[in-house]
């Protein structure tokens, strides 16, 4: 029957829809995004709003339009090009499910132009990965298979959970592409790479996703070739471990509707393939399917679901079972959009042969032209679809003529520019000879003249060279005679102030010698003025002579002491002068002569005939001509002057 016939390729375009990767509309992952938007900053924020919209699109399609749309805003108030990639190819998945391919094909160009070889690789992967996606759905396989390949080939050498992800997603869509016959070699190859990818994967949906993958790989590898039941049996055997890996992992899944498409799958296998007595497995995993797919508000599932237990009711001749299998498929889809119509107008055509079969042609009819109103909307459909696609293919065209033109044009130019290029060269180059020409002689004429102001320099330097020898030549013989002239009068200072000292020593001792005359000749006066007061009358008068005697006799003791000093040390008063710059007394001379004899102030005070305040201040006075300090030792200093 038709229905039967078209089930297996609906039922493998219905695993394609479902498991695209932008399906994510369950609640647990809208809540994960949203707590993870409010602490994210950066390019991070309006790449999880573009994974928001995607995952919020089956629940609210114009909300998800609204949050990817402020997200693109977002990404271009800041300039980062790696949102702004990322939100554009988000854009374009909304825009398909809206049938604005279009548009979605806009803004995957402007994801394209937006990548460059410093864009991340996982976003980078993700752009042309949804260009291929698309490519897939407009049914472009070459242009979708190179995107794909390209997808893939960004994120080799990358194993975040994004870039695993992609390439779960990227595998199976090449997959895909190969599948019912193409080249079901091809497809095992990528479905076998997109289940090694979804074992490493964190994501639960990506096993499910692999398993199914491999599975519809066997299942496509089988259909080509019949007599090989063992791949069928393998087929099967991959859609028992995904269903097993979902009740495993049930809370983990996100997209529960796979496990519904995957039991729909092993039941039509088993009505179709196997004898009826595996009925009961066929019945086994359709319930399951309608089960899952109430709980995920799976229509079509459902709807499918009915069309093969009403195939069973057909094979038992139950023509009334069948028909109300089919009606509550149809009512399933009651509410859903127009892109159901073709599941529709098949189970209308279902009905009809029912009906047919049965006996009632009435109804037969009735059902037959609404199968005709069903067809007649999935042709138009088409018919637009493929209007559709001869203009865009129209327009490719033009586009192409025109890059066509564009290059050779630009060849053109280019050729054109080779030509200015060359020409602007061989003038730049004979300039260049030029200015190097005269660079070269404005050199050798600075060089020159620079030589010459060196030699000039040099000329210069060395006369003031020899000025300056001759200079020093001048100031050493004038410093020469100079300290020749210090010589000569320092010479004749020497000797003059020697001249002087003798002169003062003889001086000196001839004072002294005539002194000691004169008081040898007073003392034999002193003696006969003695004799006679002893023979006065009058007793006082003679004490009175006697005392002034004596006095005058240790007077003259006196000067024989100095004369003594005089004699032994007759360099002593020569020192002293010389010390006092010949400021020196004669009495001054003969306090000194009486410090060095070692007498005290008392003593010197009683031999001169003076009060000892005045030995003190003639003391202080000495200093002052000697040129001591107030701490310097006047006594000591004196002594040392006679011991010299």
């Known amino acids: 029957m038709p229905l039967k016939k078209c089930l297996p390729v609906f039922l493998f375009l219905l695993i394609w829809l479902i498991i ?32 928001l919209a995607r995952a919020n699109f089956e629940k609210d399609i114009k909300k998800s339009l609204r949050i990817c749309q402020d997200a693109i805003t977002m990404a271009q108030k800041h300039h980062d090009k790696d949102a702004e990639a990322f939100c554009y190819a988000s854009m374009a998945h909304l825009l398909v499910q809206q049938n604005q391919e279009q548009r979605a094909e806009k803004y995957l160009d402007s994801a394209v132009m937006k990548v460059d070889r410093n864009t991340a690789p996982a976003i980078a992967s993700f752009v042309w990965f949804r260009k291929g996606w698309l490519e897939v759905v407009q049914g472009n396989n070459d242009k979708a298979m190179s995107a794909l390949l390209k997808a893939d080939q960004l994120i080799k050498d990358t194993d ?56 519809h790989s066997f299942f496509s590898a089988f259909e080509k070739d019949m007599s090989k039941h063992s791949l069928l049996d393998s087929s099967l055997a991959y859609h028992r471990r995904a269903l097993n890996f979902y009740s495993s992992n049930k809370e983990r899944i996100l997209l529960q509707s796979n496990a519904s498409v995957t039991a729909l799958n092993m039941a039509n296998s088993y009505f179709k393939y196997y004898p009826p007595s595996f009925r009961d497995s066929s019945f086994k995993y359709v319930n399951l399917a309608l089960k899952i797919a109430r709980t995920t508000n799976g229509r079509e599932v459902i709807a499918n679901g009915y069309g093969i237990l009403s195939e069973y009711a057909l094979r038992d001749k139950d023509f009334k079972r069948a028909e109300e299998y089919l009606s509550l498929g149809i009512a399933e889809l009651a509410t859903l959009s127009n892109g159901v119509d073709i599941t529709r107008s098949r189970m209308m055509l279902g009905l009809a042969n029912i009906a047919e079969s049965s006996g009632d042609l009435k109804k037969a009819l009735t059902y037959y032209k609404q199968y005709n109103a069903y067809h007649d909307k999935v042709f138009d459909v088409q018919k637009l ?38 020409i602007g060269s061989t003038g730049i ?113 003679a004490r009175q002579i006697g005392r002034i005697v004596n006095q005058n006799l240790r007077m003259d003791k006196n000067s024989e002491e100095l004369k003594s000093i005089a004699d032994i040390h007759p360099g002593f008063f020569r020192a002293l002068q010389n010390s006092a710059g010949n400021t020196l007394t004669r009495l001054d001379l003969k306090y000194c002569s009486y410090i060095a004899m070692g007498l005290e102030n008392k003593d010197i005070a009683i031999r001169l005939g003076v009060e000892p305040k005045s030995i003190r201040m003639t003391r202080y006075r000495l200093k002052q001509k000697l040129n001591l300090s107030k701490t310097d030792n006047l006594d000591q200093f004196i002594k040392t002057s006679g011991e010299n």
């Open 20 to 51: 695209s990767p932008e399906a994510f509309a369950q609640s647990l992952i809208i809540d994960s995004l949203s707590k993870e938007l409010k602490f994210a900053t950066g390019k991070e924020k309006p790449i999880i709003m573009a994974e």
């Open 160 to 215: 975040n959970r994004r870039a695993i992800n992609y390439k779960v997603l990227i595998n199976h869509y090449m997959a895909s592409i190969y599948a019912y016959g193409s080249d079901t070699l091809k497809q095992h190859k990528y479905a076998i790479a997109c289940l090694a990818a979804a074992r490493r994967s964190i994501f639960a949906d990506d096993m499910q996703t692999g398993y199914m993958t491999v599975a």
């Open 385 to 422: 679809a493929v209007t559709q696609q001869l203009e865009e293919q129209y327009h490719a065209s033009q586009r192409e003529n025109e890059i066509a033109r564009l290059k050779e044009r630009n060849d053109y130019n280019r050729r054109l520019n080779w030509l200015y290029v060359l």
């Open 429 to 541: 180059i004979s300039l260049g000879f030029l200015l190097s020409s005269y660079h070269y002689k404005l050199k050798a004429s600075q060089q020159e003249q620079k030589m010459a102001n060196q030699e000039r320099e040099e000329a210069e330097l060395l006369a003031k060279l020899q000025q300056a020898d001759a200079t020093r030549l001048m100031l050493e013989k004038q410093e020469a005679e100079l300290k020749a002239a210090l010589k000569e009068e320092e010479s004749a200072r020497l000797q003059a102030q020697q001249e002087l000292l003798q002169d003062r020593t003889d001086w000196l001792e001839k004072a002294l010698l005539a002194g000691t005359l004169k008081i040898e000749e007073k003392n034999t006066i002193l003696e006969m003025l003695k004799q006679k007061a002893s023979q006065a009358d009058s007793p006082v008068i």
